[in-house]
């Protein structure tokens, strides 16, 4: 199905709305939207009647995502979302003093945050700045050392679209016994990734960005070779090997990553992601990925011949992502993000310009009227 009429059709947005704002939180998909719908007139009409079918979509959502990452249905765990993944691996590992964790410096909070809390076991954080950078795996690599445990990275930076070449920072890692943990909300459901060919230790991202999912239902990659080095801050029922056997007084934790879960699961989100990524299964992540690219390539290139404009963001198309951003020179990037909103057009501003994030399914005439949108605007 690769039809861009009818894959926009998959979308039910207010008439007129250009919605531009996926590295923030995106639209569902109409099917997204009809499962959570059945599911809440399920809930209302006969409860929980039918939890063994929803164990099935749970199953069926595991068996997804280990597919999209290229990993086994037992290495996948269904979080809340990035940051109690990032936070499992940081506060799950054991420290000593003198230990250090490498990463971006300019990051998401949630993945500096959670590294730099650890200082209160003696662990440093050193943050490395990627963007603008000639070679930011080179710069990452150089700040390791033999005190380096762990390179804590996300594959898409937040604000610029750099995407980082994991194989290369992954192969660094393996070969000198550091861990490599990646947070891949800015970068899964738009770009193919493979954690095994990058030998990612741990992956985490939530479902409501490219994954065009819902909030608060995110996976947790764990290689099943470094499980057992988390230690479990939160354990329930749910985490155990036989975890609806009530009655059983000895417990061992499942061996599967279903340990990292602690209760009850997020069925509601779990429909509707699991319906988010039918669709992004059916379409392919190969051909997303061209589409995600190609807009890229259009705004980047419209953009730079605006006046005053500076497009940021890595040159080499291989670094492009589905995030495009740009400053306007004496001009407010919150004044242009609200007067872009006013005229139908949702985007970001984020890190001091105007974050631009459209999805695979826009049209070439809808690219256009942003561009003509951002013209008018820098123009006044
Ligand atoms: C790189 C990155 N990591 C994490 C998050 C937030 O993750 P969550 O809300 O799923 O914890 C964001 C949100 O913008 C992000 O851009």
């Known amino acids: 199905m690769r039809d861009l009429a009818s894959l926009r059709a998959e979308f039910a947005l207010a008439p007129g709305l250009l919605y531009m704002n996926h590295a923030a939180v995106a639209p569902w998909p109409r099917r997204a ?13 006969t409860g929980a009647a039918h939890y063994p079918r929803w164990l099935e979509t749970e199953q069926r959502l595991r068996q997804r995502l280990a597919r999209l990452i290229n990993a086994a249905p037992d290495d996948v765990a269904l979080l809340k979302n990035t940051s109690e993944g990032l936070s499992t691996v940081a506060f799950g590992l054991s420290w000593g003093p003198g230990d250090s964790v490498v990463g971006v410096a300019s990051d998401f909070p949630s993945n500096r945050v959670v590294w730099e809390a650890l200082a209160e076991y003696g662990v440093g954080f050193r943050g490395v700045e990627v963007n603008g950078v000639a070679d930011p795996e080179s710069a990452l690599m150089a700040a390791c050392d033999a005190s380096t445990r762990l390179l804590a990275v996300s594959w898409v930076h937040y604000v610029t679209g750099l995407t980082l070449d994991l194989e290369r920072l992954g192969e660094f890692c393996r070969q000198r016994d550091i861990l490599f943990c ?4 800015q970068g899964l459901g738009a770009l193919p990734i493979d954690v095994r060919a990058c030998r990612v230790d741990f992956l985490a991202a939530d479902g409501h960005k490219w994954l065009l999912g819902p909030e608060g ?51 509601l989100g779990i429909h509707a992601l699991e319906a988010s990524l039918s669709l992004l299964e059916e379409i392919g992540a190969d051909w997303i990925a061209g589409r995600v690219r190609g807009n890229t390539r259009r705004l980047r290139e419209a953009c730079r011949s605006l006046p005053r404009v500076e497009v940021r963001g890595p040159e080499e198309p291989g670094r492009w992502s589905g995030i495009v ?11 242009l993000v609200s007067r872009l909103a006013a005229a139908g057009i949702l985007c970001a501003s984020r890190g001091g310009g105007v974050r631009l994030s459209p999805h695979f399914y826009f049209q070439d005439n809808e690219i256009e009227r942003c561009l003509n949108a951002l013209c008018v605007l820098i123009a006044e």
Request: overall charge positive; aromatic content about 8%; glycine content about 4%.
């Open 182 to 185: 990646v947070d891949a909300i």
């Open 33 to 45: 939207a009809d499962a959570a719908c059945r599911f809440a007139q399920e809930n209302a009409a």
């Open 217 to 267: 239902i995110a996976v947790f990659y764990c290689r099943p070779e470094v499980r057992d080095r988390l230690r479990l801050r939160q354990i329930g029922w749910h985490s155990l090997e036989h975890p609806g056997d009530y009655d059983r007084p000895a417990w061992s934790l499942a061996t599967s990553a279903r340990r990292f879960e602690c209760g009850s699961p997020n069925l």
């Open 325 to 335: 951003s740009l400053r306007v020179a004496d001009r407010d990037s919150a004044r």
